[in-house]
T-cell receptor, first 115, second 109 residues
Framework: EPEVTQTPSHQVTQMGQEVILRCVPISNHLYFYWYRQILGQKVEFLVSFYNNEISEKSEIFDDQFSVERPDGSNFTLKIRSTKLEDSAMYFC?????????????FGSGTRLTVV | DAKTTQPNSMESNEEEPVHLPCNHSTISGTDYIHWYRQLPSQGPEYVIHGLTSNVNNRMASLAIAEDRKSSTLILHRATLRDAAVYYCIRGTSYGKLTFGQGTILTVHP
């Protein structure tokens, strides 16, 4: 079964450093998303991306965050200057068709630890 | 605001059916009902979704009330691998899924 692949599985970074989280969505999918989950808390929406532009973003997704689909296969989330509170699991997801009548496939996540 | 209400936890025995309820009394006519589950230390996994009619797939069945104010996810024969947090979510445009706390399902051998 096709999978969404996320790398790395775990990243440790120092506060103030830039990090890039990488995702390879399923090849024929056109809609891409990032979510995050702080330990013990709900899964939170960050951003949706379609046709090389952001469709919707949450209040969490401020100027520190950016997304990119650099080469037609990867989908990246960049955090420019990490803060302690950015420590969380970050999940990438993709879907073949647009919402709301379609399910998403999520990756296994990247655990980001900011120290 | 997830705008769905689910019990915090439920328990089941292995090989028995499980009915996971969800209330969504303020649902609009175009909102789909999605169910996802999250196993420990994994990303959410799509289970099923529907609009008005009952739906079946290889994982589960979804029964939607006629007035669409509630729905029930049915696992026909629970296994230990079905132990997870189950989320009932209203599907909106642009793909934003608003996760609530979900229902923690415990399956006893």
């Amino acid at each position: 079964e096709p999978e969404v692949t996320q790398t790395p599985s775990h990243q440790v970074t120092q506060m103030g450093q830039e990090v890039i989280l990488r995702c390879v969505p399923i090849s024929n999918h056109l809609y891409f998303y990032w979510y995050r989950q702080i330990l013990g808390q709900k899964v939170e929406f960050l951003v949706s991306f379609y046709n090389n532009e952001i469709s919707e973003k949450s209040e969490i997704f401020d100027d520190q965050f950016s997304v990119e689909r650099p080469d037609g296969s990867n989908f990246t989330l960049k955090i420019r200057s990490t803060k302690l509170e950015d420590s969380a699991m970050y999940f990438c997801a993709s879907s073949e068709q647009g919402p709301p009548n379609y399910g998403y496939t999520f990756g296994s996540g990247t655990r980001l630890t900011v120290v | 605001d997830a705008k769905t209400t689910q019990p915090n936890s439920m328990e089941s025995n292995e090989e028995e059916p499980v009915h996971l309820p969800c209330n969504h009394s303020t649902i609009s006519g175009t909102d789909y009902i999605h169910w996802y589950r999250q196993l420990p230390s994994q990303g959410p996994e799509y289970v099923i979704h529907g609009l008005t009619s009952n739906v079946n797939n290889r994982m589960a069945s979804l029964a939607i009330a006629e007035d669409r104010k509630s729905s029930t996810l049915i696992l026909h024969r629970a296994t230990l691998r079905d132990a997870a947090v189950y989320y009932c979510i209203r599907g909106t445009s642009y793909g934003k899924l608003t996760f609530g706390q979900g229902t923690i399902l415990t399956v006893h051998p």
